[in-house]
């Protein structure tokens, strides 16, 4: 087994490292304030190829797979996690329906502008009456003569009225009862008629990312909206949050490091009792948990990358790096906060924002139960959900 980047990843990661530190991180903490949408953030992170990572060269993607877009929301995760989800969603969840599903006509009308950063497509699975339980959708869609008719509400979707958000990939009951073999996926372009965006939700984490709600009436869509295969909606969802999560992995182990380098660097510099605070075993064993979930949540999301890039299967692995990450990343949080005392608790300091931030990752892309469910099933387990 091979542990090392290659010279090429490390090369990238080192790009996308001082991209962060120099054009994320300094408005990071104002933006969050605002609740603003990093706009030119994002156009820059486009300007840098990095909504075209996993993309084919054929749509002007780099085709540079899991590990690399992991790598990309690392650095990104590290200094502005409401960038991050922005990257990773509309790449992981939205583009990626598209280029796993679609038609040669869907991809080639949609992929070379998300690819390019030049639109978004935002993911519109998730329903106001639940969030977990994904196949009891009750937004309906109704064949008609001409096409599609769809009529529902969606909730908690990222990127869903940005300026540069161009098509919702909308999952919805295409059968009578729903469930998980009677869901069909569409693609609704945002300027569509009977398409209603809500004022984007005032959050305690990723605030400065785009989140709101969605709703359908009386929205109308040709027949070739639909998007691959008819009542295999479900399924699709599923695969692709499947690598959707170890992003979130990234974007977990992005902030764990961020509160690990701030917590030694202030254990090193901070004094008490006539000594540097990090000479205290109390300061000293904290951080040293600190690494070691962080290492272990780097090699759990690197081997779930790549096991997703060499086209094996990986969904327990994924659920195992979610989970585990987003758990550190929580726990370094609480951790570097205590370490820092008082100075942390104010809003200016960054590491309030990772605080706030971190909870969310144990969350999205499905909640840490359900990861427990998924790897006690996955060890043998009569587990159902």
Not at 61 to 73: E, Q
Not at 102 to 127: D, H, K, N, V
Not at 302 to 307: E, G, K, N, P, S
Request: contains cysteine; charged residues 25%.
């Amino acid at each position: 087994m091979d542990f090392d980047l290659t010279e090429e990843q490390r090369a990238f990661r080192g790009v996308v490292r001082a991209f962060a530190d120099e054009v994320l991180a300094p408005g990071a903490g104002d933006r969050d304030e605002r609740h603003a949408f990093p706009l030119e953030e994002v156009r820059a992170m486009a300007d840098l190829g990095l909504f075209g990572l996993p993309f084919p060269e054929a749509y002007d993607g780099a085709d540079a797979g899991t590990m690399m877009t992991c790598i990309a929301l690392e650095e990104i995760g590290r200094v502005d996690q409401a960038a991050g989800i922005t990257l990773s969603a509309a790449i992981g969840l939205g583009g990626s329906m598209i280029l796993r599903f679609g038609s040669a006509a869907q991809r080639e009308r949609w992929l070379p502008s998300i690819a390019t950063g030049a639109a978004i497509a935002s993911f519109a699975l998730t329903e106001p009456g639940g969030g977990t339980d994904a196949a009891a959708a009750s937004t309906t869609a109704r064949e008609e003569s001409e096409g599609w008719r769809l009529d529902g509400a969606k909730a908690f979707i990222t990127n869903a009225g940005t300026p540069l958000t161009a098509v919702h990939v909308v999952t919805a009951a295409s059968e009578d009862g729903g469930g998980p073999s009677g869901l069909s996926s569409f693609l609704v372009p945002a300027d569509a008629g009977g398409i209603t965006v809500e004022a984007p939700y005032r959050k305690m984490s990723w605030r400065a990312s785009d989140t709101r709600g969605i709703a359908f009436e009386d929205c109308r869509v040709p027949a070739d909206a639909l998007l691959g295969v008819r009542r295999r909606g479900f399924p699709q969802c599923l695969e692709v949050l499947t690598d959707a999560r170890i992003t979130i992995a990234a974007l977990a182990v992005g902030l764990a490091q961020a509160c690990l380098d701030a917590s030694v660097a202030f254990a090193r510099e901070r004094s008490a009792f006539g000594r540097p605070i990090g000479a205290h075993q109390a300061i000293a064993l904290k951080v040293a948990d600190m690494r070691a979930a962080v290492e272990t949540a780097r090699l759990a999301t690197h081997r779930a990358a790549w096991l997703a890039d060499a086209g094996r299967p990986h969904v327990a692995e994924a659920s195992l790096a979610k989970l585990v990450a987003s758990e550190a990343a929580v726990a370094a949080a609480r951790e570097a906060v205590q370490i820092h005392g008082g100075l942390a608790i104010v809003e200016e300091s960054p590491l309030a924002r990772a605080y706030r931030d971190a909870k969310v990752l144990e969350i999205g892309e499905g909640t840490n139960e359900i990861h427990r469910l998924i790897l006690a099933r996955d060890a043998g387990l009569p587990v159902t959900f």
